[in-house]
């Protein structure tokens, strides 16, 4: 395998001003295109010396169109010193090191990659300085979505779609996002300036439309939206609550002591949902888990696709709660939970709906996809509502889930698990905890 290199250059040597990485999101963009001038450099030379296997190679983090920090470039932020991680391929000939060729590399190519990338006096200082001034921009920017009460914010002219779906760079000829007037809000640059916008407020939000139309498109940009982009990626001013969390359904997946009860509860099998445990959910299941898990995590925003998304999870309609009792069906569906999460627990959902129009009924803001053109269709669409009432349905009350990450029980379930260990009499074994592998 390739072998694993660092090159350090000190600070007073790499010569970059305080100012550049002075705060994390200027560090962050400091580093990230540092990292992609290095990359660029590197290779280059790739595969320049010769040998067998993998000789001469020469290989960095690639880089996508967000701005992370990354470990494999990374700048002190005191001294200022830069270091960057790299793997080479030492040439050979089958077990035996190719010194001469090895030099090449060590005292040849990789200083020349160090001259061109880690110096500040060698790099272009004028897209450098844009890079710093975009980080300023967008960390700008997600302190005013909290100051306007927004969950998210798309730029009037972004670029949302992308080339394909093996590629994450912006289509060619695209048609730039335009903002319904009614949820068109100024954001106020420190130096872009003063630019407009889309601002989807905080609470219940629906993306609706045809098919085809760029619903899931909005809602995939609004999901990217939680990292920075480099320029010209199209959504450098999509920004989107950095707590975010999208959740889909995934049905096989594993699930470790998580209180689902929220969605899930009375199982036929008595089955403690409080501090749920399975090898193999399934899809209404996986999603309840996620929500859960979403939450202990600190999230504030979910974002879901009815496409990913359990069927039987987000919405029961009328005919079906006729035929099903509630007392016979264990899932409270998304529909009448959603509500109170905003209300009681300040987490706003985006939803991309199109086939349920349940949602209509509590949703605070509704956005037509009409061929990539948002539309703000709440007030229309709220007078609908009243053609097509609801059914009446009795939900629980609204609990927030208790948190069993470090493999504790619930009280209750604590006391019946004494009281079976001790020989006294025994329920149906529901909070019995599971050994799982």
């Known amino acids: 395998a390739p072998s694993k290199v660092h090159i350090e250059v000190p600070g007073q040597k790499a010569g970059f001003p305080k100012e550049y990485y002075d705060t994390e999101d200027k560090r962050t963009a400091v580093q990230d295109f540092v990292l992609r001038l290095f990359a660029g450099e590197v290779q280059n030379y790739s595969f320049q010396a010769k040998g067998s296997g993998k000789s ?31 793997e080479i391929g030492f040439p050979a000939h089958g077990r ?65 779609p992308r080339q394909s779906g093996v590629s994450d760079r912006p289509m060619r000829d695209a048609f730039p996002f335009q903002s319904p007037k009614s949820l068109r809000v100024e954001m106020h640059l420190p130096y872009a300036g003063v630019i407009t916008g889309m601002g989807i407020p905080k609470g219940m939000t629906l993306i609706v439309g045809g098919g085809y139309h760029g619903k899931s498109t909005l809602l995939k940009a609004l999901e990217a939206g939680v990292y920075n982009h480099i320029a010209g990626d199209g959504r450098e001013y999509t920004v989107t609550d950095d707590t975010a969390v999208k959740v889909r359904a995934e049905d096989g997946r594993s699930i470790h002591d998580v209180d689902i009860s929220m969605f899930i509860n009375d199982l036929p099998n008595k089955k403690d949902t409080r501090c749920f445990s399975t090898l193999d959910a399934s899809g209404s299941t996986s999603q309840a888990a996620g929500i859960t898990e979403s939450m202990e995590a600190g999230s504030h925003l ?21 035929v099903i009792q509630r007392e016979k069906e264990p899932i409270t569906p998304f529909l009448e939970r959603a509500e109170d999460l905003y209300k009681k627990a300040g987490i706003s959902t985006i939803l991309v709906a199109g086939s349920s129009g349940a949602f209509f009924h509590i949703a605070d803001t509704i956005i037509q996809m009409d061929n990539y053109v948002p539309k703000d269709i709440t007030a229309s669409v ?55 592998k």
């Not at 960095?60 to 270091?83: P, W």
């Not at 020349?112 to 710093?132: D, G, H, I, N, R």
């Not at 979910?302 to 006729?322: C, I, P």
């Open 56 to 86: 001469g190679l020469l290989s960095v983090s690639r880089c996508g169109q967000e701005i992370l920090s990354r470990s494999a470039c990374q700048m002190d932020n005191h001294t200022g010193s830069v270091t960057v991680r790299l």
């Open 96 to 160: 035996t090191i190719d010194a001469k060729a090895l030099e090449k590399i060590l005292f040849g190519y990789l200083p020349e990659c160090v001259k061109k990338t880690l110096y500040f006096s060698a790099v272009p200082a004028k897209e450098l300085q844009k890079a710093v001034h975009l980080a300023e921009d967008t960390a700008s920017l997600r302190r005013q979505l909290k100051e306007k009460n927004l969950a998210a914010f798309v730029a009037d002219g972004a670029v949302l």
């Open 382 to 436: 709220k007078k609908l509502c009243s053609q097509y009432p609801l059914p009446a349905v009795s939900v629980t009350d609204f609990q927030l889930p208790h948190s069993h990450r470090i493999m504790s029980r619930p009280a209750e379930s604590s006391k019946r698990l004494r009281h079976n260990s001790r020989g006294n009499h025994s329920d149906s074994g529901a909070a019995k905890p599971e050994r799982l």
């Open 302 to 322: 979910f974002l879901l696709d009815e496409d990913t998304s359990a069927t039987n999870f987000m919405v029961r309609d009328a005919f079906m709660q006729q």
